[in-house]
C-alpha cells in the first residue's frame, strides 16, 4: 500500500467527527472484516456497541470527538476517557445508583440493570466462551496517553461489580487512533473515494432541498398534463413528479458545485447533457416511448464516461436521475394527448 | 446497472394511455457560463471596475490571473463569502484549507477564460503586458460593453459581486496556484 494513500486516509479520518467518523470506521471495517456486523443506533440505542465481528466475541465503539468542543489535550482525553467508560459501563451493564445527581467516575455508586439493547443484538446471553473478549474503542483523536490509565482502570473496576453477562471480566480494551487504525485495517483507493465524497454529498443532500428549479410553468403544466392524461393514477403521478423535482433540485446542487470547483468537469457535465439527448432522440428503439424509457440506462453510459472515476457508481446514479428528471423540467422531453383521427 | 428512473414509471402509464411523446431538442438550453457574449460582457465589466493606471503604465490594467479570479466569482457571486473568509484567513495558518483549496483550483482551471481573453486580444480590446492585460487599441468596445450593461441594469448579481470583491484583499499569493 502506498505510503500516501494511507498517510491521506489517517489525515482524513483524524478531520472526521462525530458521526461522519463512526460511518467511516464502520464502512472500512465492512470492507476489511468479512464477518464484521454493524449495530445502527435506531431505534433503541446500540447498547454501547458500533459494531461486532468474530461471533460477537469482538466489539467496536467509535468516538468521533468535536474539536471545537474540546480545544486543548487535556479536555480531549477527559472526552475520550468519559466516552469509552460510558460504552464499557453499558456492555457491563452497570450504571448509576442515583440517576438523578451528575456522574462523577470516584463518587457514583454503579448498581447492576439489564442491557435491553444487547439482548436484542444479540437475541440471548452467550454462553461464557462466546462473550465479548476483545473491544476496540476508536476514537478520532489519540495524541496523549492519557486517556489510557483511566479506561483501564474504569474497566477493571466494572468488570469487578458487574455480572459480566455479555462481556468476559478480562477482556482485552484496546484504545486506537487514527493511525493505529488504519495500521491495522488498512486503506484502500474505493474508501479513500467514499471518504472523499462524504462531504459533498453530505453538503449536497442539505443544499438540494433549497434550490429553486428554474422559474416557469414548464414542468407543473406537464405533471398537470400527466394527471389529466391519467385520471386514474393522479397519485402516481404525484410521486413521481415529487421524484424528478427531487432528482432535478439535485443535479442542479451538483451542477453548481462543479462549476465552482471544477470547470472542466462542469464541461464534461454540459457536452455530456447534449449526448444524452441526442441517444434518446436518435436511439434505433421501437417506439419513441421506448427511447424516453432507456433515459436512465443511456444518462448512466454517458455520464459514466467523465464521472464514474472519480465519482464511483452512485454519484453517476443520482446524476443521471437528476439529467434525465432536466430533460422533462427543462423542457425537451414533453407529452400529449393522442391526436384526434380526421376523416377528410 | 440500475434502471429505476421516475421517469420510465411515467412513460409506462402514459403510453399505455395513448398519449404521445414530444421531444425538443431545441430547448435543451446551454449553461450561460459557456456564451462567449456573456462571458465578455462579464470581463468587460470586470477590467472596468477593477483595472488601474499605475506607475508602470498610463492606461488601465490589471494582472491576468486576477481578473480571471474576479470574472470567475462574478459570475457565481455566491462565492463571495468565500473569497472574503479566504482573504481574512491567509495569515491564520490553523483555518481550514478547505475554501481556498476548492475556489483556488476552480478558477485557475477555468480555461474558457484564457480563450475569451485571446478573443479580446485578438479583436484589440485588449493586450497582454508580461502578466498584465492591458486595454488594448480598440478599448472602447470593453468600456462601452461595460457602460451599456451598467446603463441598462443588465447583470446585476454580477456587477454587485464585482463591486463587493473592491473591499477584498486579494493578494498575490491567493492568485498563485500549486
Request: proline share 4%; charged share 25%.
Amino acid at each position: 500500500m502506498s505510503g500516501r494513500l494511507i498517510d491521506n486516509y489517517i489525515k482524513a479520518l483524524s478531520e472526521l467527527e462525530e458521526f461522519a467518523f463512526q460511518r467511516a470506521i464502520v464502512q472500512r471495517l465492512l470492507v476489511a472484516l468479512n464477518n464484521f456486523q454493524t449495530v445502527p443506533t435506531y431505534p433503541q440505542g446500540d447498547g454501547g456497541l458500533d459494531g461486532y465481528s468474530h461471533k460477537g466475541t469482538r466489539a467496536y465503539c467509535c468516538y468521533g470527538l468535536k474539536y471545537d468542543a474540546a480545544k486543548t489535550p487535556l479536555k480531549r482525553s477527559k472526552q475520550i476517557a468519559t466516552k469509552f467508560s460510558g460504552d464499557l459501563r453499558r456492555l457491563y451493564e452497570l450504571d448509576a445508583q442515583d440517576k438523578t445527581k451528575k456522574f462523577d467516575e470516584s463518587k457514583t455508586k454503579l448498581v447492576q440493570y439489564d442491557n435491553d439493547a444487547l439482548m436484542r443484538i444479540f437475541g440471548a446471553v452467550p454462553a461464557a466462551c462466546d462473550r465479548i473478549c476483545h473491544v476496540s474503542l476508536i476514537a478520532n483523536w489519540f495524541e496523549s496517553h492519557t486517556p489510557l490509565g483511566t479506561i483501564k482502570q474504569n474497566a477493571a473496576k466494572y468488570a469487578s461489580l458487574s455480572q459480566c453477562r455479555w462481556i468476559t471480566p478480562d477482556a482485552d480494551v484496546v484504545l486506537k487512533g487514527p493511525k493505529e487504525f488504519a495500521d491495522q485495517y488498512g486503506a484502500d483507493e474505493s474508501t479513500m473515494m467514499w471518504l472523499k465524497h462524504q462531504e459533498m454529498l453530505a453538503k449536497l443532500d442539505e443544499e438540494a432541498p433549497l434550490v429553486e428549479v428554474p422559474h416557469g410553468p414548464t414542468f407543473d403544466s406537464k405533471m398537470q398534463a400527466a394527471e389529466a392524461l391519467l385520471p386514474d393514477s393522479r397519485d402516481d403521478v404525484k410521486q413521481v413528479a415529487e421524484s424528478l423535482r427531487k432528482d432535478w433540485q439535485w443535479v442542479i446542487a451538483f451542477e453548481r458545485n462543479l462549476s465552482d470547483r471544477l470547470p472542466q468537469l462542469h464541461a464534461a457535465l454540459e457536452h455530456g447533457r447534449k449526448r444524452l439527448l441526442k441517444l434518446v432522440l436518435t436511439h434505433s428503439a421501437s417506439t419513441p416511448w421506448d427511447s424516453i424509457n432507456r433515459a436512465q440506462e443511456f444518462s448512466e453510459t454517458v455520464f459514466s464516461d467523465d464521472f464514474l472515476e472519480p465519482y464511483g457508481k452512485g454519484i453517476v446514479r443520482d446524476l443521471a436521475s437528476g439529467e434525465v428528471a432536466r430533460l422533462v423540467g427543462g423542457c425537451p422531453i414533453n407529452w400529449k394527448p393522442k391526436a384526434a383521427n380526421v376523416n377528410l | 446497472m440500475s434502471t429505476y428512473s421516475p421517469l420510465k414509471k411515467l412513460a409506462a402509464l402514459l403510453a399505455a394511455s395513448g398519449a404521445q411523446p414530444d421531444i425538443t431538442p431545441e430547448r435543451l438550453a446551454p449553461s450561460t457560463l459557456y456564451d462567449l457574449e456573456y462571458r465578455v460582457v462579464v470581463v468587460a465589466m470586470a477590467f472596468q471596475i477593477h483595472a488601474a493606471s499605475d506607475k508602470h503604465s498610463s492606461q488601465p490594467r490589471i494582472q491576468n490571473r486576477r481578473l480571471k479570479l474576479l470574472q470567475f466569482i462574478a459570475m457565481r457571486p455566491w462565492l463571495v463569502s468565500v473569497i472574503r473568509e479566504w482573504s481574512l484567513s491567509r495569515r491564520d495558518a490553523q483555518r481550514s484549507l478547505d475554501s481556498e483549496e476548492g475556489l483556488r483550483r476552480g478558477f485557475i482551471s477555468d480555461a474558457m477564460h484564457d480563450d475569451v481573453i485571446d478573443f479580446l486580444v485578438a479583436g484589440g480590446a485588449l493586450r497582454r503586458q508580461e502578466s498584465h492585460v492591458v486595454s488594448g487599441t480598440n478599448s472602447s468596445v470593453i468600456f462601452h460593453l461595460s457602460s451599456e450593461a451598467m446603463e441598462r441594469s443588465l447583470f446585476q448579481e454580477e456587477l454587485t459581486a464585482l463591486r463587493e470583491l473592491n473591499s477584498v484583499v486579494i493578494t498575490n499569493e491567493m492568485l498563485e496556484g500549486w
